[in-house]
């Protein structure tokens, strides 16, 4: 069983920066592939960046690529993002995924969510 809670979202003018920052529970957190995803309303859930549980090549969503940033930290358990240069389209709802072998899967673990706004 893994628990994830996220923080760090906000409101913030386009252009400027946020650090998402997800923290698990559970002690096989390095055996886990994570992401994170974002839901804007009235569109679906979408990946946003995920790391594999290797500690491999990263993923990113054509979207964010050369602004967001997603790191993780086994030791301390968490996982998270960096974002740069954002934009209005970026407000959404930003949710942690912990999942094997990848992200995204049936049987996969969430966070509650995280709200990120960026204003124009």
């Known amino acids: 069983q893994v628990q994830l809670v996220e923080s760090g979202g906000g409101l913030v003018q386009a252009g400027g920066s946020l650090r998402l920052s997800c923290v698990a529970s559970?002690?096989?957190?390095?055996?886990?592939?994570v992401g994170w995803f974002r839901q804007a309303p009235g569109k679906e859930r979408e990946l946003v960046a995920a790391?594999?549980?290797?500690?491999?090549?990263?993923t990113y969503a054509d979207s964010v690529k050369g602004r967001f940033t997603i790191s993780r930290d086994n030791v301390k358990n968490t996982v998270s993002l960096q974002m740069n240069s954002l934009k209005p389209e970026d407000t959404a709802v930003y949710y942690c995924n912990a999942d094997f072998p990848v992200v995204g899967g049936a049987g996969g673990y969430w966070g509650q969510g995280t709200q990120v706004t960026v204003s124009s």
């Open positions: 790391i594999p549980w290797t500690g491999g090549t990263t």
């Open positions: 559970g002690r096989t957190f390095a055996s886990y592939s």
